[in-house]
Each structure stands twice: as C-alpha cells, then as structure tokens.
C-alpha cells in the first residue's frame, strides 16, 4: 500500500490576526513550530492529563515599512488576543494541506539580540488559547469513542433518545473507557448527545 510522502517546508502559510489586521508572516519567519506539551495545569476532570498548544515562530528582526516591527504592531501589540492560521503550503485548505486555526494572545518581542554585523532572531513564543481546529476536519473513529469526542451526523440517528441510542453499538461505536462514564461526560453525534451506562449506550450526558 503506498503512503503519503514526508513533508517538506518551502512555502507555508503562516497568518496572524484576520480582516484589515491580517499579516502574512511568511517572508519573515525561518521556522515554525506548533507542538503540544503535557500541562498539569490545563486538566480537567474530562482531560486529567492535560496538555497545551505552543506556536512558535521564528523570524528576523526588521524594522520600516513592511517590517517584522511594523507588522507585530499593527496586530494590536503585546497583550492582545489575535487569530492565527497554518498550513504546510500556501494554498486553500484540502486533505492534501490541511490548515490548522487557533487563538493566541501576543507576546512581547525581542527588540535587539546580536552582536556586530549578526542579525537578530526573534522567537515568537504564542500560548494557544483553547484548542486548535483542524480543516479539512477527519472524524474521530467510532471504535475509540470517548467523552466529549464529537462525530458527524448519523442518518439512521434522529434523536436523542433510548431508542436511538441503542443503534450506537450496531453502527460502530465502541466506548472507551468501557466503566461507566462520570457525570456530564458525553460523546456528541451531529447534533444528538450520548453516554455510556457502564454496559449500553444512554441518552444524553451521563447524570
């Protein structure tokens, strides 16, 4: 069977900000990065592990018009909340370059960092607020399904209710973890909510 060949990155998408704030930091940057780390901080009692999204990019440092500088500004400064946007080419989204969006809040950025005739690089390190969507989305397999996982609609599924809720484990779906899940956990199926008992597939969030 034939795979998909790695990437390499010559030509990204790289956005900051959206409308009339919209920058395109490509030409600046000379890496990227968007990693997620293992964070006891960001866990909840529906994600006990917890993790959290990183975006770093890595530019030089330029001032003027159409600057790094200029371009940083215009996004509002540090402290300011901006939406971003990546994709391994700069093309529209598709399976074959998939965009990833998120938010971040701004950073304050490095004015100078070099000594005689050296460039200054300037590491733009955005904590991602929230979580990142993935376009074109791929659906979650319903083998592993899991709470607060989110699927797409189901033709025969047409509400949320007992009767509906016992086609789950016939079209697939397989619960994980297989105990009983904790109250408000839920897997979502369109627009119709379900849980596991402990034995069978509910309706609604788990009481």
Known sequence: MPVASPIRLTDPWIKLGT?????????????????????????TFCDPFGFQ??????????????SVDEAL???????????????????????????????????????????????????LELTVIGTITRNPAIPYAKGNAQPGMTFPAEATVTAEDATNAAKLAGLGYVANPT????????????IYDFNWSGTAWAAGAHA
């Open 73 to 123: 500004w215009a996004l509002g400064g540090p402290g300011t909340v901006i939406p971003w946007e990546f994709a391994y080419q700069n093309t529209a989204a598709s399976a074959s370059n998939p965009h990833w969006t998120g938010n971040a809040r701004l950073v304050a950025w490095t004015v100078v960092d070099a000594g005689i005739n050296e460039t200054t690089e300037i590491n």
């Open 179 to 190: 105990t009983a899940w904790t109250t408000g956990q839920e897997v979502t199926i369109g």
């Open 19 to 43: 409308g009339g704030t919209l920058q395109d930091m490509k030409c600046f940057a000379k890496g990227i990065h968007l990693v997620p780390e293992s964070d006891d901080a960001a866990a």
């Open 53 to 66: 999204w990183t975006l770093t990019i890595d530019l030089l440092m330029s001032v003027g018009p159409q």
